[in-house]
């Protein structure tokens, strides 16, 4: 498309033999827009963005005169506008679903009189295979053998309908089960920095963008990328041409200086950052890092940093192209080509970091000195909450005797049926190096690997009750750890490689070894998890562990060895060693010097070159997967994987109008920082639960429930598994756990999910009361299409996550906020209450004050201001047609 340039900034870019046409921001800042050069570089791409798409209606000259007015309000004043990213990235996952979505508006289209061919991806799309790994086997060299050859058979049905999403639909490709991590595989080989597209015989230049369906798509701003995580629902509505309605963000500006002492890992360094951006409150923010520390930071750890966004709670951790994005470019194998256009480009757009020069303007500005890092965890249930290695010891039995309510349990242990050692509170059952954040890192890796070496060759072993594993991000760990020798010390501590993909972090981690399991819940022990992955919320690793500790790889490896979390890695030993010696962490562990000359003689270009010379084509048993043809899917009503949605059932090309909520119940009352993991969780599903008797009556065997994570395209199994989780607290019901409610106005306790279609059955519509942060962690589609398929009209909460906010409206349910510091429990909400909204029908503005009128059991009435945080007149438009996808379906079908 060609852009309405009003700013004058269109011209050509020669970078060797080759010639681009691009949207050039000085030429746009001689034209009116001055100034624009102390822009945040972060805000620099946004500007550029817009100046691409200005269209008059879309994009307006006033919506890129409101990026130069940011200069004076930093962001201060609310203003909407559309961005368009380059591209979209998925995982299995939450692709499925959103394949699913496309496949079902292919059936609506042929429904509406139109072409099904019009549902495609209008950007490119790549989705990649490694949620579906889950940790079944492990401490040996078989245990990789048959994950792979489990996880085929359990999700044949999944990938059969991916690979024929990947031949009926255009712009859309699939990287094969065992590639790796989404996230380091866009890092390593999908991001380009600069993305190029050919248009009406021109090749036009502009920043790499994406959305990702996985909030931690931000770990490609290490890399100058702009990428944020969506809810599988906007990610759609991107893959569709629509753009992604966002307000123009404040930008913090963080400024790093010094440089990281001996022995301080990156993630020790994330986690003190997650730390200090949590305090200080970035959600809905952008966070820029700048200042001369940089020059001390490789870009894996920067993409460590940038992976940790969702943790800190800012949109995006981004990082300015430099010279290091430059060498890292070349070091994975990008092309000549590339490498030199990125530097060119950003040079002419003035979006290249220089050292000594001017610091951008930002909203606001932290600083750190890196040389005051510590050796830190985080946990035990919060990435935020970062305990310094010195303190991990009083810091978990202060849990213990606290949160966890077992004062004087500190040394109460119990026998293991079948073993001849004791399991207390405390000691560590999982220890994984596991997920994005970390495994992109081969100073991490590195380092775990000579901290194994030493270890072993001290005498010292993994504790006989940790389930040990490794599940890198690319198969290009796999190269380098092998070429140095170090998988094999690895092995030896038990630590083989059980996968590629994303395991232990997302829930993944495979049963615990039925003995130990059941020492942990007949003695109601609170068991660790030490993991090198970026989550570690309640209910979310294991459902047998409590007590969940993010770490850096060396420190995961520290773990097993000494086995609990009772011990101070700093004072105490880890354990004898062969000469019946103590051995501490100081003697094995491994020096800077040392990491650094295995990175520069083992991790090699041409490593990189191999391993993704042929990304798409999968291995035998992806070949082997025989798929229907066709435009439409051919639907299998025996499926329990993936099924036709009713999203679009009686759908006409005139939506109905929006209603009042009147006379509504109260589903559930919840506290603070609900997570999507409550709300939709991904791991294993109860037998005794709604999805569990669903799976059942179906025919599906305990053993092959699989997760909810895998059958994210199955609504039937997805809308049972809504408010579900296990550690979920709905306080109607004082001391119970799990996705429980009363059903009025009997007050009989029974299933969420029983309960609502109780109510459906009754015309009685329903709402979710909530606290501060409600839909926290993952960007988590099936938290708002679950909380639609069960007929909740409102979720009232004191705060909202995000990326949760959009997905709500996103599905037609309406998303509402407190005022005056006002919270269900001050209006002494008990849940037996009736709930009317009024204000939705008519002329309903975004950020509308409307009234719920609350009638409590006794007879009173009282009438509650809330915020209505349907925020954008785009956001208005989705609501209005019953949702996102119906927006877009009609007007494609117009």
């Keep these: 498309m060609t852009s309405l340039d009003s700013f004058k900034s269109r011209k050509t870019l020669t970078v060797g033999s080759k010639s681009y046409v691009y949207y050039s921001l000085p030429e746009a800042e001689k ?20 100046l691409r798409f200005e269209d008059g209606r879309s994009v307006t000259k006033q919506d890129i005169v409101s990026v130069k007015e940011w200069l004076v309000n930093r962001g201060k004043e609310e203003r909407e506008i559309a961005y368009r990213p380059s591209r979209v990235l998925m995982q299995d996952f939450t692709g499925v679903p959103a394949v699913v979505d496309l496949a079902a508006m292919r059936d609506a289209m042929v429904s509406l009189g139109g072409q099904p061919s019009r549902i495609n991806p209008l950007v490119p799309v790549d989705l990649v295979i490694d949620h579906s790994v889950i940790v079944n086997f492990f401490g040996n060299n078989a245990a990789f053998g048959k994950n792979v050859e489990e996880e085929y058979k359990q999700n044949q049905e999944r990938y059969r309908f991916l690979k024929w999403g990947q031949s009926a639909f255009d712009n859309f490709r699939v990287v094969p089960p065992g590639t790796g991590i989404c996230h380091q595989v866009n890092l390593e080989y999908l ?20 959305v990702g369906t996985d909030s931690h798509t931000t770990m490609v701003n290490g890399l100058g990328v702009l990428g944020w995580g969506v809810g599988g629902i906007e990610a759609e509505a991107a893959m569709l041409g629509q753009p992604v309605s966002m307000l123009i963000p404040e930008v913090v500006g963080f400024k790093l200086t010094g440089e990281l002492n001996e022995g301080i890992t990156a993630t020790d360094l994330v986690l003190t950052v997650t730390q200090i951006l949590r305090k200080r409150g970035v959600v809905g923010k952008f966070v820029e890092f700048f200042g001369p520390g940089l020059e001390h930071l490789s870009l894996a750890d920067r993409a460590t940093i940038g992976n940790m966004a969702p943790e800190y709670g800012a949109t995006c951790g981004f990082f300015p192209v430099d010279s290091e994005t430059i060498a890292y470019l070349d070091e994975t194998g990008r092309t000549e080509d590339r490498i030199a256009l990125v530097e060119a480009y950003s040079k002419a757009q003035e979006m290249w970091r220089e050292a000594g020069t001017a610091d951008p303007v930002f909203t606001d500005v932290l600083e750190l000195d890196l040389t005051s890092v510590l050796p830190s965890l985080a946990g035990p249930k919060r990435p935020q909450d970062r305990v310094l290695l010195s303190g991990t010891k009083a810091g978990f039995l202060a849990a213990l005797e606290g949160e966890f309510k077992k004062p004087g349990e500190a040394a109460k242990r119990v026998p293991v049926e079948g073993t001849d050692y004791t399991l207390g509170h405390g000691d560590v059952t999982i220890a994984a190096i596991t997920s994005c954040t970390n495994t992109s890192n081969p100073s991490v890796l590195i380092a775990a690997g000579l901290l194994a070496r030493n270890a072993a060759a001290r005498g010292l072993t993994s504790k006989p009750w940790v389930k040990t594993s490794l599940a890198p991000g690319s198969q290009v760990v796999e190269g380098y750890l092998n070429a140095a020798g170090l998988q094999e010390d690895l092995d030896k501590l038990g630590f083989n490689l059980v996968g590629f993909g994303c395991t232990t972090c997302i829930g993944n981690s495979g049963p615990l070894p039925e003995p130990i399991s059941e020492a942990i819940n007949q003695n109601d022990l609170v068991a660790g998890a030490v993991i090198s992955g970026n989550r570690n919320f309640e209910g979310r690793v294991n459902p047998d562990v409590k007590a969940n500790y993010l770490a850096s790889p060396p420190l995961v490896v520290a773990y097993a060895i000494a086995g609990s979390l009772q011990i101070d890695l700093t004072t105490e030993p880890l354990g004898t060693g062969s000469d019946g010696q103590p051995v501490y962490l100081k003697d094995i562990w491994p020096t800077n010097q040392e990491i650094a000359r295995f ?30 043809l066709g435009e439409t899917y051919a639907w299998d009503d025996r499926s329990t994987y993936v099924q036709n949605p009713p999203y679009f059932e009686g759908m006409e090309m005139e939506p109905e109008p929006v209603t009042d909520i009147l006379k509504a119940r109260v589903m559930g009352l919840f506290l603070d920082s609900i997570t999507t993991d409550h709300i939709s969780p991904a791991g294993s599903i109860k037998e005794a639960s709604p999805a569990g008797h669903y799976l059942r009556d179906h025919q599906v065997r305990p053993s092959d429930f699989n997760q909810y994570g895998t059958r994210r395209g199955n609504h039937q199994v997805m809308m049972r598994g809504t408010f579900a989780n296990i550690r979920i607290k709905n306080q109607m019901l004082a001391g119970t756990e799990g996705g429980f409610t009363k059903h009025w106005p009997d007050g009989t306790q029974m299933p969420i999910y029983d309960a609502a279609m109780l109510y459906k059955q009754e ?42 906010r959009s997905n709500l409206v996103g599905m037609g349910i309406v998303p509402l906020v407190f005022q005056n510091d006002e919270s269900w429990q001050s209006l002494g909400i008990k849940g037996d209450e009736v709930v009317t909204i009024k204000g939705i029908e008519g002329d309903l503005k975004p950020r509308q004050t409307l009234i719920a009128e609350v009638a409590f059991s006794d007879g009173t009435v009282k009438n509650v201001p809330l915020t209505c945080r349907i925020d954008t007149l785009d956001e208005l438009d989705y609501f209005r047609n019953g949702g996102i996808l119906q927006y877009v379906l009609r007007n494609l079908a117009a």
């Design 763 to 804: 015309g009685v519509p329903t709402v979710v009361f909530a606290g501060k942060e409600y839909g926290t962690g993952s960007s988590r589609d099936w938290a708002a299409k679950g909380t639609k398929l069960l007929g909740i009209r409102a979720v009232i909460a004191q705060s909202f996550e995000r990326i949760h």
């Design 599 to 628: 990175i520069r003689e083992n991790v090699t270009k041409k490593m990189f070159q191999e391993k993704y010379a042929d990304v798409f084509k999968g291995d035998e048993n992806w070949q082997k997967i025989s798929i229907p």
């Design 31 to 50: 034209n009116g827009l001055d100034g624009i050069s102390a822009l945040p570089f972060s805000m620099k791409v946004l500007l550029e963005n817009l």
């Design 191 to 210: 991001a380009q920095t600069v993305w190029t597209k050919d248009e009406d015989g021109e090749t036009v230049a502009y920043p790499d963008t994406c």
